[in-house]
Structures are given as C-alpha cells and as structure tokens.
C-alpha cells in the first residue's frame, strides 16, 4: 500500500456513501502520496423516508435509489473494485429487505457495497473532518446527525478516542414526531425528552473525558447554522448551547 501512495504514476480512486438522507461520490486522482478531488456528486435520496411502518423500503424508495446509483456507476465505470469502496449505513442496516435492495444496487454499480457498523461509521466520519480541517492534538467532539442515526467521536489530532453512534435522525425523528409536518410545543417537547433519553448513556462518560472544541459535521448541522446566522442569533452561524436544557 505505501508503495501505491508514493508511486509517481496517477490512480484514480473512489468513495461512495449511501446515506440515509442523501447519497454522497467523490473521486479523486492519488499521486505521490497526495489526493486532488476531481469530482463530487451528491444527491438527496431520503432513503430512510422510504420505510414503510413493517421497516421495509418501499418500491419508490428504492427507485429513486437505484436511478441515482445507476448515474454514480457511469461515472466510476472501469475503475477496478479495490480502487472503490462504497458504505451503506444506518437504513441499510435496520431495513427488512436490504439485502434484496443491495442486490440490485450492486448491479447499478458495478461494485460490491459494505454496510458498515455504526462505530465504523463514526470513526471514518472522524477522520473525514480530521482530514479536512487538519486537526492538532487539541481534544475535539465531533458530532453528525444523519437521517438514521447520530454520530458522537471524541479525539485527538486523526485518533478518535471515544465512538458511539445513536439510533437517533433527523429523518427518523421528523417521522416519529412530525410526520404530518406540523410543529408545536408539545411535540417538540417530546422529541427534546426523546433525545435527551439517548444521549443519558453517553452524557456521563463523555463529560468526563471532556473536549477543547466541538464540531459538527452534516447538511442538517449545517442547515441549523444556517438557520442561526439567518435570524441574526450568531454572526457567523455558531451554534450554543441552548440555556433552557441541561
């Protein structure tokens, strides 16, 4: 493997996430040790939307899978399988029929897909955000609210020291709560005392080991940010701790 990082002769590689809210593809040429992203796709699949209450995905849902991952396979066609590697995460792994859905999946590809345990999840979403903000040694908490599950890794410069992922999402959560799409008070009281019941196992241990900085990563963190720049709560879209939950 060192031998292919240090080679002179470019190689092309790529990663494909099959998320539970959107499909993520970026593809990048290795040389001498070094990556230049070439290209990035991203589509909003909303594959966890698409379970129905028995935990299968629909047909529709699987639909609007297959046809993204079929354009995502034009674009890695001939790229031999060790230069790809393709995860399924936290809808993968709860649905009934995700094995009949990989199936084809596999077949839009052209690629062999992983489901990926969600402490492998959370140690390569790490990595990706020690990668890309290139992290020193200062300890940080990294957090990720996908559409399934959440995402808590405390860590030091690119070693995480401390995994857990949630059975806890932004899409998950809009269903349980909001399915029809209205928000209130009392609903979002029940959602609040939802998380807080998750987050208790962890809340104990992680204080503890304590962090300098957290940081989120994500559209629907990003979306939050967004949202609290845009109503002047922050001038550059922090977001704090909210004074009214303990």
Known sequence: MSDELNSSEPRTLAAIDLGSNSFHMIIARLRDGHF?????????????????QDGRLTDEAQDRAIACLQRFGERINGLSNDSVRLVGTNT????????????????????????????????????G??????????????????GGS????????????????????CVSFSQRFFDDGKINKSRMKAAIIAAGSRLRDIQRPYRKMGWSEAIGASGTIRCVAGIVKENNWSDDGVITPNPWIS
Do not use: W
């Open 36 to 52: 230049q992203v070439v290209d990035r796709l991203r589509e909003m699949v909303q594959l966890r939307a698409g379970l129905d």
């Open 150 to 169: 959440t995402e808590f890794i405390i860590g030091e410069g690119f070693s995480g020291l401390k995994r857990e992922s949630l059975e806890m999402g």
């Open 129 to 146: 955000v020690a990668h890309a903000l290139a992290f020193d040694n200062s300890r940080r908490l990294v957090m990720d609210i996908g």
């Open 92 to 127: 993968l792994r709860v649905a009934k029929n995700s094995r009949s859905f990989l199936r084809k999946a596999k077949k839009a590809l052209g690629h062999p897909i992983e489901i990926i345990a969600g402490e492998e999840e959370a140690r390569l979403i790490y990595l």
